[in-house]
């Protein structure tokens, strides 16, 4: 069965919606979360009651983080966007509800590794554990796994830096963070979804790839559609999904905690 994985949903309930409602009608019965759940957007609270029903896990964002801890080395914006989303959790006047909210918040992972095999990805096992295709799951980079970004361009400048990440990387590892969807191989090289075709990315005996997939919330590579992927037993496919920017974009705007870039640059995909 197909696992889709979904990242950096960045507290946008429309899009998440539009996400999960695809997926949905996909079949598709198992969804990971790769981390970012809340963060810069408006509907904090209404994402992580989605993503804690409906996904089987979810990893540790540098955006969870800052809103459970602190907010380390955040731009101004992000840095009240996320003293803003700490203050809509403490304000739930459901103590029990608020109880859940921050316990899913504690409870997020950092890393956790999978198997791929016949039925797509699944938890480790004594059935799979020698079989099938070793998967890492992580929000950032195998080396820093909350924070580390992995760019694009990093195949070109700077192989060492991707040299020492696949060090780390088992066969496959799936990244978010830096909302732009493509795949690192250990070449190295980046091939964004265009390139790869409508079938996506196909896995290869002998070589390892680092998949980003993309960010549901706050698409970064100058595409406004929501992006998540969905894991088949040989490849990964990547989808993108048009959903109701101005909807996020106005309840943005409306929040005075909220900088109106981060609703802008949300038609622009950037």
């Keep these: 069965m197909p696992t889709a994985v979904i990242s950096d949903v960045h507290a946008n309930a429309a899009a998440l919606k539009t996400v999960l409602a695809d997926i949905e009608a996909r079949g ?46 955040f ?13 809509q959790f403490d304000q739930e006047p459901d103590a029990t509800l608020r109880a859940q909210r921050y316990d899913f918040l504690n ?13 797509g ?34 195949a ?3 192989p060492d830096k991707l040299e020492s990440i696949f060090d780390r990387v088992p066969r496959v590892c799936f990244v978010g963070h830096t909302h732009v969807p493509g795949v690192f191989t ?21 070589e390892k790839a680092v998949v ?22 040989d490849r990964v496919e990547f989808v993108r999904l048009a959903y109701d920017v101005e909807a996020t974009a106005k309840k943005i705007k409306a929040i005075t ?3 109106d870039w981060l609703a802008e640059r949300l038609y622009e995909g950037r």
């Excluded at 981390?35 to 029903?53: H, I, K, M, Q, S």
């Excluded at 731009?75 to 203050?87: L, Q, V, Y």
């Excluded at 250990?186 to 002998?206: H, S």
């Design 107 to 119: 409870r997020l992972r950092v890393r956790v590794v999978e198997r791929i095999g016949p039925q």
């Design 156 to 158: 070109v400048n700077s």
């Design 212 to 233: 980003n997939v993309g960010s549901v919330g706050q698409p970064r590579d100058f595409d406004p559609r929501a992006s998540y992927v969905i894991i088949h037993p």
């Design 75 to 87: 731009n101004p914006g992000a840095e009240s966007a996320a003293f803003w989303t700490r203050e």
């Design 186 to 206: 250990d070449e190295p090289d980046f091939y964004p979804p265009g390139e790869l075709g409508e079938k996506g990315y196909t896995f290869t005996e002998g």
């Design 121 to 154: 990805a699944e938890p480790l096992s004594t059935a799979n554990e020698q079989s099938g295709i070793p998967l890492l799951a992580v929000h950032g980079s195998p080396r820093r796994p909350i924070n580390e970004y992995i760019f694009p361009d990093d």
């Design 257 to 259: 905690a909220l900088p």
């Design 28 to 73: 598709v019965k198992r969804i990971i979360c790769l981390g970012d759940t809340v963060g810069y957007g408006p509907d904090p609270l209404e994402c992580v009651d989605l993503v804690r029903a409906k996904c089987d896990w979810a990893l540790m964002g540098n955006h969870d983080y800052g809103v459970l801890y602190e907010p380390t080395n």
